[in-house]
């Protein structure tokens, strides 16, 4: 994850205004001139603070992902023994998702920056990739066989609830039910395939 760079006051109120709107609004549709009249800055100031338009959008996601994996740390380093923290993503999204309530800022990303060279879509990949290699690192911890595959159906489990989030189905209780279940699974029969270590 990029560090977190020192902001100015004004870049700091450029930051909280862009996002807000490419959150709401999505990242093509707004525009400079929105975030600055949105920040009651002007151009040049986000310009002089940021560069161009595309590096904004590379610190909000940044910005998005530090808070964001602060809370997933402190939310597994509260768990009482490894095998709670293998699902505390779960936990953390729940805290998370009571005020961010248009899904993944990260998906949504990857789906209107599809070029892979863009930063801001490597910031995106990054952040999934990071959750993934997190609960592969928990599971083997835990002493939960195969980690590797565990992680990946935690993933698409934790990703889904994500996903679904602005259809109100309210899937993030059984897909974090489902994830338990998987590592109960894993730890008493060997596995999620069944197979002994």
């Given at each position: 994850m990029p560090e977190k760079r020192f902001r100015t006051p004004a870049g700091q109120r450029i930051l909280a205004a862009a996002e807000e709107l490419f959150y709401d609004r999505g990242i093509t549709a707004v525009g400079v001139d929105l975030i600055a009249e949105h920040s009651g800055l002007t151009k040049r100031t986000l310009y002089n603070q940021f560069g161009s338009k595309d590096h904004l959008v590379s610190a909000y996601l940044t910005e998005r992902d530090r808070r964001w994996r602060s809370l997933v740390h402190d939310t597994v380093d509260a768990c009482d023994d490894p095998v709670a923290a293998v699902t505390a993503p779960f936990d953390a999204l729940r805290a998370w998702s009571r005020t961010n309530t248009r899904g993944c800022a990260f998906i949504n990303a990857l789906a209107e920056l599809p070029d892979p060279a863009h930063p801001a879509h490597r910031i995106a990949a990054d952040q999934k990739h990071w959750l993934l290699n997190l609960f592969r690192k928990l599971a083997a911890a835990a002493g939960c066989a195969q980690p590797a595959t565990l992680a990946t159906r935690l993933?698409?489990?934790?990703?889904?609830?994500?996903?679904?989030?602005?259809?109100?189905?309210?899937t993030l209780p059984e897909s974090t039910r489902?994830?338990?279940?998987?590592?109960?699974?894993?730890?008493?029969?060997?596995?999620?395939?069944?197979?002994?270590?």
């Open positions: 993933l698409v489990l934790h990703e889904g609830a994500l996903a679904t989030q602005p259809l109100a189905l309210d489902l994830a338990r279940s998987l590592v109960r699974a894993s730890l008493r029969n060997g596995g999620p395939e069944g197979t002994h270590r």
